[in-house]
């Protein structure tokens, strides 16, 4: 199957329109994958507004997009229908009591499941340059500075290796947000990735997910408050300022809180979004130009010049994982699409945001590479030349980090709120502001610390991405993808890509993570 027609495949096929993914059945009526919990919902429904599931009060958990076509329920390959199934569950009097008290214990827990799900929806108001700024706020970050670091270990060939991180991204993207919507249009929006997991393999599939999927959001923000920290203390010293690096970060940490208290909804960060994008362009259009102007051969005159390799194999797993890394922001895309006016145009989003990365990356990193070769360091700026360039492009970082920072946690705290129901409408507006604020700042306190005792910001950088990047980024969409709908759902050679995603997440991760924590152990022993 040539490549642009999978790339055609894969835009059409989004997660708010999952009647033309191969849902439909006999009359084109769309198939739930579980019948049991759609009839417990219709149950819920009908027994009263226990949690508002009509939307007349918390909200409609089962409100569809204004994109989607509303549909009919179950009919076709050997499914029941929905009022079929009820009507004979109503009429059958011959369970036993043994059948009966397992029946409604699992009436309780499905019940359960679908109560911690239903609160306010998000509003969607943002539009296609507000998401695409997001989400690429979140990807373009700081791991743009590692990627001429990542060439120096792979060689040449981290150009192609870029390529594909991009397009896996994207295809990963496009797979989490129809992971949300796999009951289909008449059943409820997921909200987050624990709630994939948990909807795939149970409890201890969320747990799972859970447990990378905050991971991820907390050892990015670490990393961020640690680069920071270390770019002000470089910028102040030249100044006679003495306070240590660990004091700025905790000023970085501070600075930090303050958005984080007031933002409340993924849509309010917009503004930030945008300044965040900017500052990043900033820097990738410094760090090339001084790359080219003041190579490695020009500042060392009299040394030998830097090596190139084509390619370098015992490099590839790790800088995959740092690459890899550069391209995720995955644990945002449930909230991003959330607060999208129009949803369909998702995957748009997100390829546009995998190129517009792509791009940048592969242009700072092959000029950091050509100027320093295996000489340059991570993050890229240790490497330019001091001077009125590279102060600029340390502020724009910095001030890029900063702002990025509220936007990852932000993707946490929602769902702690969603899970815990730390709502207005349960709480009152007064009790809801001020837990939210108290839980809010233990958090960063918790970031913070952390981020002073593990101050080794490339090999910190490359265990947090091997461990929880890796899995959010390419494991768990595509296995929580096809339990969720099935292997038969795709074609054969969309299923080879799957295996070959899998693989690629399974190798960085596991070679990633062992290199990383060799490195740290080194480094600490060094400091000690």
């Known amino acids: 199957m040539p490549v642009p027609t999978f790339l055609r495949r894969v835009l059409n096929r989004s997660g708010s329109d999952p009647a033309e993914d191969g849902l439909a059945t006999n009359n084109g009526r769309v198939m739930t994958p579980i019948a049991e919990e759609a009839a417990v919902a219709a149950e819920i429904r009908a027994a009263g507004p226990v949690v508002a599931l009509d939307g007349t009060n918390q909200g409609n958990i089962y409100e569809v997009p204004s994109d989607f076509t509303e549909t009919s329920s179950l009919d076709g390959s050997g499914k029941i229908p929905i009022e079929e199934e009820l009507q004979r569950t109503s009429d059958s009097d011959c369970l036993d009591e043994k059948d009966a008290v397992q029946d409604e214990t699992m009436l309780e827990s499905q019940a359960e499941q679908v109560i911690q799900v239903a609160d306010p929806p998000q509003p969607r108001n943002a539009g296609f340059i507000r998401s695409f700024s997001n989400v690429v706020c979140i990807i373009i970050g700081t791991g743009c500075l590692q990627i001429p670091y990542a060439f120096a270990k792979t060689g040449w060939i981290g150009v192609l290796i870029v390529v594909m991180s991009g397009f896996i991204g994207g295809y990963t993207g496009i797979l989490t947000i129809r992971c949300l919507y796999y009951q289909g249009p008449t059943g409820h929006r997921l909200h987050s990735f624990p709630q994939i997991g948990r909807a795939a393999f149970g409890r201890w599939g969320q747990y799972a997910t859970q447990f990378f999927n905050y991971l991820y959001s907390l050892g990015t923000t670490c990393l961020y408050i640690i680069l920071s920290g270390q770019f002000i203390f470089q910028l102040v010293s030249t100044l006679g300022v003495t306070l240590s690096q660990k004091v700025w970060m905790v000023l970085v940490a501070i600075v930090m809180w303050l958005p984080v208290a007031i933002l409340k909804e993924m849509s309010e960060a917009a503004v930030m979004a945008v300044f965040g994008l900017l500052a990043s362009i900033v820097v990738i259009i410094v760090a090339t130009v001084m790359s080219i102007l003041q190579p490695y051969t020009v500042m060392h005159p009299d040394q030998p010049a830097p ?50 990365c792509a791009a940048c990356y592969l242009l700072i990193g092959v000029a950091g590479y050509w100027a320093y070769g295996d000489q340059v360091v991570s993050p890229v700026l240790d490497s330019i030349p001091t001077g009125a360039p590279a102060t600029v492009a340390k502020i724009m970082i910095t001030a890029h980090v900063i702002i990025a920072a509220p936007i990852m946690l932000l993707s946490f705290y929602l769902e702690i709120e969603q899970q815990w129901q730390i709502t207005p409408q349960r709480l009152g507006k007064k009790r809801e502001f001020i837990i939210r604020l108290v839980y809010r700042s233990i958090v960063v306190a918790i970031v913070c610390g952390v981020s002073l005792a593990i101050p080794y910001f490339s090999d910190f950088l490359s265990l947090i991405s091997s461990i929880a990047c890796v899995t959010m980024y390419a494991i768990i969409p595509v296995v929580c993808y096809l339990k969720l709908y099935g292997h038969r759902i795709a074609p054969w050679y969309e299923k080879i890509w799957m295996v070959f995603v899998l693989a690629v997440g399974a190798v960085a991760c596991i070679w990633g993570s062992i290199d990383a924590i060799k490195n740290l152990i080194k480094d600490a022993k060094g400091a000690a």
């Open 307 to 356: 090596g190139h390799d084509v390619a370098i194999g015992i490099g590839v797993p790790v800088a995959l994982s740092s690459i890899v890394f550069s391209f995720a922001g995955s644990v945002v895309y449930p909230h991003v699409e959330a607060s999208m006016r129009k949803p369909k145009q998702w995957p748009m989003v997100i390829f546009a945001a995998m190129i517009f």
